[in-house]
């Protein structure tokens, strides 16, 4: 099988990226025998093999430029075509130009993929306040008559998409994938080690919030939960890349001798490892209005093991599924600092409270998930059978 994706890839600091990387990766060790393309955005830079799953990546479009997705099929010619074309898509990325649905259909026509599918990483309702909203929508709902299928992470974004008349049998969930924290075993004083932070920094139990730091992370909201708690023992870990400068009086708020702040771009090995050195993982989310997404975060989090603080909103649907008691409202500062003292007096009931949260996490690990796509990809390619591949 011929498989081509088209999205982000690292070294661009991007999670649609990641989550791509992550896919193909756990694809080639369970169908060895596949042929793996990234068409990628052109700051990866040089066209190179990736070493984790053997890709090719191809420096292809460029974000939220509608004029170079017409190289998409140029790139798929050279190639000889594919069995798959499956797009990795975010508003953030494409926008939602219908130039990307023309050049699939264009792409569909000329026989260079045999069946073309997207993942809809966000999915908008048409209340939200986005101004982009409409083109979104509009985007959303004529998917079905210009690829084979589109597939979602969660029940909200599934039904969202129903509810704007998309045929179920077009939708398919696939939640992300999940990391089982290989770093748990590792005593705390050499993964402390490893991150570059000093152990003897480390007092008290541990809560941690790492990954890209926007505004709806709830940095404000954690600031105010720290106040509520008060001179109470612990450590603060905050670690990520600022995609907004203003957080950063967020950060000047928290006691020093309780915050260690890592300001960098953190791989997945050092998420992994936060996660690690972690008792309490933190998510205290803002509400996105009108916006339907999953956490890749909580993915790589919930595989460790650890109790798990979010907010109940649609993107930590799934701890709201699988531990409702540890979700607080979103914007609720007192509600968060009275589940974090909780959370620290019966850790040994919050970690059993958890179980069914781990038992998902191991449920989605991502060669799980893999194998629910190359699945779909089967049935795709059997229904379109007569969809021959060109041969160039």
């Given at each position: 099988?011929?498989?081509?994706?088209?999205?982000?890839?690292?070294?661009?600091?991007?999670?649609?990226?990641?989550?791509?990387?992550?896919?193909v990766t756990a694809l080639s060790g369970i169908h060895p025998s596949g042929k793996y393309y990234i068409l990628a955005e052109e700051g990866v830079g040089e066209e190179y093999i990736d070493p984790s799953s053997g890709a090719k990546v191809i420096p292809t479009f460029r974000k939220q430029d509608p004029k170079t997705f017409y190289?998409?099929?140029?790139?798929?010619?050279?190639?000889?075509?594919?069995?798959?074309?499956?797009?990795?898509?975010?508003?953030?990325?494409?926008?939602?130009?219908?130039?990307?649905?023309?050049?699939?259909?264009?792409?569909?026509?000329?026989?260079?993929?045999?069946?073309?599918?997207?993942?809809?990483?966000?999915?908008?309702?048409?209340?939200?306040?986005?101004?982009?909203?409409?083109?979104?929508?509009?985007?959303?709902?004529?998917?079905?008559?210009?690829?084979?299928?589109?597939?979602?992470?969660?029940?909200?974004?599934?039904?969202?998409?129903?509810?704007?008349?998309?045929?179920?049998?077009?939708?398919?969930?696939?939640?992300?994938?999940?990391?089982?924290?290989?770093?748990?075993?590792?005593?705390?004083?050499?993964?402390?080690?490893?991150?570059?932070?000093?152990?003897?920094?480390?007092?008290?139990?541990?809560?941690?919030?790492?990954?890209?730091?926007?505004?709806?992370?709830?940095?404000?909201?954690?600031?105010?939960?720290?106040?509520?708690?008060?001179?109470?023992?612990?450590?603060?870990?905050?670690?990520?890349?600022?995609?907004?400068?203003?957080?950063?009086?967020?950060?000047?708020?928290?006691?020093?001798?309780?915050?260690?702040?890592?300001?960098?771009?953190?791989?997945?090995?050092?998420?992994?490892?936060?996660?690690?050195?972690?008792?309490?993982?933190?998510?205290?989310?803002?509400?996105?209005?009108?916006?339907?997404?999953?956490?890749?975060?909580?993915?790589?989090?919930?595989?460790?093991?650890?109790?798990?603080?979010?907010?109940?909103?649609?993107?930590?649907?799934?701890?709201?599924?699988?531990?409702?008691?540890?979700?607080?409202?979103?914007?609720?500062?007192?509600?968060?600092?009275?589940?974090?003292?909780?959370?620290?007096?019966?850790?040994?009931?919050?970690?059993?409270?958890?179980?069914?949260?781990?038992?998902?996490?191991?449920?989605?690990?991502?060669?799980?998930?893999?194998?629910?796509?190359?699945?779909?990809?089967?049935?795709?390619?059997?229904?379109?059978?007569?969809?021959?591949?060109?041969?160039?």
């Amino acid at each position: 099988m011929k498989i081509a994706y088209l999205s982000t890839y690292p070294p661009i600091h991007c999670g649609i990226g990641e989550y791509t990387r992550f896919l193909v990766t756990a694809l080639s060790g369970i169908h060895p025998s596949g042929k793996y393309y990234i068409l990628a955005e052109e700051g990866v830079g040089e066209e190179y093999i990736d070493p984790s799953s053997g890709a090719k990546v191809i420096p292809t479009f460029r974000k939220q430029d509608p004029k170079t997705f017409y190289n998409i099929a140029s790139v798929l010619e050279k190639i000889g075509g594919v069995d798959i074309l499956h797009v990795q898509h975010e508003y953030s990325i494409y926008s939602g130009d219908r130039r990307l649905l023309e050049v699939l259909t264009d792409i569909r026509l000329r026989g260079l993929a045999r069946a073309i599918v997207v993942t809809l990483h966000s999915v908008h309702h048409p209340l939200s306040p986005d101004e982009g909203k409409w083109n979104a929508v509009r985007f959303q709902r004529a998917l079905p008559e210009h690829v084979d299928a589109v597939i979602v992470h969660s029940s909200p974004q599934e039904f969202e998409l129903q509810s704007q008349g998309l045929p179920f049998t077009f939708i398919h969930r696939i939640p992300h994938g999940t990391f089982v924290n290989p770093y748990l075993a590792e005593p705390r004083i050499l993964i402390a080690r490893k991150l570059g932070l000093d152990p003897s920094r480390l007092e008290g139990p541990i809560i941690s919030l790492a990954g890209f730091l926007h505004r709806h992370k709830g940095l404000d909201v954690l600031v105010e939960a720290l106040d509520y708690i008060g001179n109470r023992r612990l450590t603060v870990i905050i670690g990520g890349e600022l995609k907004d400068p203003s957080i950063k009086e967020y950060l000047e708020k928290i006691d020093r001798n309780k915050l260690v702040f890592t300001e960098k771009y953190l791989s997945s090995t050092e998420i992994l490892s936060i996660a690690a050195l972690a008792d309490i993982i933190i998510m205290p989310y803002h509400d996105i209005r009108g916006l339907y997404s999953v956490s890749g975060i909580l993915h790589l989090s919930m595989g460790s093991l650890k109790p798990i603080i979010g907010t109940r909103v649609p993107k930590l649907v799934e701890l709201y599924s699988y531990a409702p008691r540890l979700t607080v409202p979103s914007m609720d500062p007192r509600a968060l600092a009275e589940r974090i003292i909780w959370t620290v007096k019966n850790y040994d009931i919050a970690t059993a409270y958890a179980s069914q949260l781990y038992s998902y996490a191991v449920r989605t690990e991502w060669r799980r998930m893999a194998r629910r796509h190359l699945s779909l990809y089967r049935v795709l390619l059997k229904n379109n059978h007569g969809n021959s591949r060109i041969n160039l």
